[in-house]
């Protein structure tokens, strides 16, 4: 079992930064790949990034490519999400995910999610 808490969340002017954080307990962190995926209220969720067991290996949603970095401390148990240049199409639910193999985009592929955390980009 892993147990995932989002944090870092908030109200945010457009243009703005966040960094969310994904602390991680549990079974050995630096054996999942990790994944932040976001619902805004009315769609369905969407990925965002995923980052290999290693931190060698990334993916982005077009959407944020260029804006988000995902990174990882594995001696800290930790995956982050920076936020950079954020729109008001950026509010959502976040959510951080724990994939036991290999990075992945769809939701199915991941074992572990934690509860989330709201971000909201106001105009």
């Known amino acids: 079992q892993v147990q995932l808490v989002e944090s870092g969340g908030g109200l945010v002017q457009a243009g703005g930064s966040l960094r969310l954080s994904c602390a991680a307990s549990?079974?050995?962190?630096?054996?999942?790949?990790m994944g932040w995926f976001r619902q805004a209220p009315g769609k369905e969720r969407e990925f965002v990034a995923t980052?290999?067991?290693?931190?060698?290996?990334?993916t982005y949603a077009g959407s944020v490519k260029g804006r988000f970095t995902i990174s990882r401390d594995n001696a800290k148990n930790t995956v982050y999400l920076h936020m950079n240049s954020l729109k008001p199409e950026d509010t959502a639910v976040y959510c951080c995910?724990?994939?036991?193999w290999g990075t992945g985009t769809r939701t199915v592929e991941y074992d572990y999610w934690g509860q989330g955390t709201q971000v909201t980009v106001s105009s």
């Open positions: 980052i290999s067991e290693n931190g060698g290996s990334t």
């Open positions: 549990g079974r050995i962190f630096s054996t999942y790949a």
């Open positions: 995910a724990a994939r036991s």
